[in-house]
């Protein structure tokens, strides 16, 4: 049926409208697309053609070369060797399981390190290398360069690695560096970017750790080309970047290789320092270990075997330790008595084996005692009850001000981990870190170097070298910085009164060359040599009333941890002092047994610069000394091979 004129009209007119409606929607979203194709295409042209830039090309950091140390001749300590390496790249190797057991009977791999990179592999995009052998020798790189077409995918490349020539010498004060970890990286606020390339080595203890940031560097750019995948196409242009500072030590390598020598098997520790200059000549640490195992990383097993050694071969015992300083403190009480004026050198007293106080009996070393005693042969032969009396009269905070004047309780500024403050006790002290008053009993602990009294090997050596000069000699281990000299720790006057400390010295010359001192056996015998010094022995025990009823126990009857520490410290020559040394023998027994005689080898190696001669050593001792020299030049390096000295 035909539909009628009005509803054709009707119909007509609602097409209309809506293909207007429609229309003018489509033609306002094309007025969108259009301005916002110029608004991109026109205003933000530069910006999106520098985004187009980024994606194109990438900067890529180079790691710098790290600074190497030299000892004070200029001897590399720590130094960058070539490392070569072994890289696979997975889209290039085809079958990696055939190219891998190809490669395996060319060159030894390690199973922990292939298992890595396999994993690695399998995370990574196919075109990036992965490493699949690292410090390979150049034999290997070698064969695997003749038969590269039967490996595809494996390119040899050569960067640097960190290397310790002198091997345990050196290791408790250079440290070792390590690959980077996630634990290293939560310790920095704002970490380098060059920081976060995988397996980037950092030091992890001693002069390495403490010196980063001066021997890291600065990091050098490159800017590669890659396509959209993330492949290098080219290399546009690289920035160098800066090596790290070369660092001179103030160390003597050969003397360093000599006390560690002379150390031994012991667990001990040296100093020998400069008296002049504060300069560290030699800081060994007894048992050492191998730095260089750390470098790339260490197994578990050796670890385990350096973790678990009694003898604590990690720790650098020089300025780590801190032992009570037995008798080699008395030369404290006794300046601090002399600079009060409760004592005069002269004053003597009398010695019975003991000192009642507060009803408790405090016992000198020798049973029988020393009878009437003055300052030089209270020294000369150690006895306790003389600097019993002295302390009572002069009283512990004098005792502690002197200390510090001396250089005990104070962490000298010297850049390795760990260096210990020590102790020189005070009344506030006690009360401030065990919520105790201090007693008397406390003072007379103190003025023989027991009880709360703590001090290092490093403190021991400073104290030796102030006393030898009268100056506030302060150790120095850093000589140069990249060519620049570092300051001198020569120091400024103590202001102790010069008749005072010449009164002590002289006393301390008593101990090693009168017959009655108790480092007479000790001594050196050349006459411009001669040295002054004073023995320790440290209880690390309590001795029972019972058991010195039945006789106290010899040491060699205890068992090792609970033998009393062996100290001794001295300056040579006597009339114009060069060094000051001080040896510390853990659980070593008697000072005058123990300590006394590595400090005399050593004072005489740092005085002589070689071998001294057998005249310089006691008649008696000269056969046991030739003995041990030849011992010595057969354990000690020849320093020709190890690396050429830098003029």
Known sequence: MKRPGKDSAESARIISRRGLIVGGMQLGFAAMLAARMRYMQVEQADQF??????????????????????DRHGLPIAQNEPSYRLTIVREDAGDVDTVIARLSALVELDDEDLNRALTEMKRSPPFLPVTVADRVSWADISRVAVNAPALPGITPEVGLSRGYPLGPDFANVVGYVGPISDYDLSKIEDPDQLLRIPRFQIGKVGIEARLEDQLRGKAGTKRVEVNAVGRVMRELDRQEGQPGASLQLTLDH??????????????????????ETGD?????SAP?????????????????????NKYRPLASKSVQGLYPPGSTFKMVTALAALDAGVI??????????????SNRRFHCWKRTGHGHVDLKSSLRESCDVYYYDV?????????SAMAERLGLGHRFDIPMSAVATGRAPTKEWKSSNTGQEWVVGDTVNASIGQGYVLASPLQLAVMSARIATGRAVSPRLLKSVDGVEQPSGAGEPLGVDEALLRQVRRAMFEVSNNRRGTAYGSRIVTEEFRMAGKTGTSQVRNITAAERARGVTKNEDLPWERRDHALFVNFAPFDN????????????????????????????QALYGEDPPLTAYPEKDRDRIKALQDRLKRERPDFGTVGKVRT
């Open 391 to 399: 302390a009572l009269k002069v009283g512990i905070e004098k005792i």
């Open 280 to 284: 560290l000549l030699a800081m060994a």
């Open 288 to 308: 050492s270990f191998d730095p260089n195992l750390f470098v790339q990383g260490i197994s578990v097993s050796d670890y385990r075997a350096l973790t678990e």
């Open 344 to 357: 005069s050198p002269e004053e003597t007293v009398w010695c019975p084996g003991h000192l009642e106080v």
């Open 577 to 604: 002092p060069r060094y000051a040394v001080a040896v510390v023998v853990e659980h070593g027994g008697g000072g005058s047994a123990a300590a006394a005689p590595i400090a005399r080898d050593i004072t005489l």
């Open 49 to 70: 053609r520098l985004l187009a830039e980024e994606n194109r090309i990438n900067v890529r950091l180079i790691p710098p070369a790290r600074g190497e140390i030299f």
């Open 254 to 275: 050969r003397l360093q290789n000599y006390a560690q020598a002379r150390l031994g098997n012991e667990s001990a520790a040296a100093v020998v320092i400069d008296c």
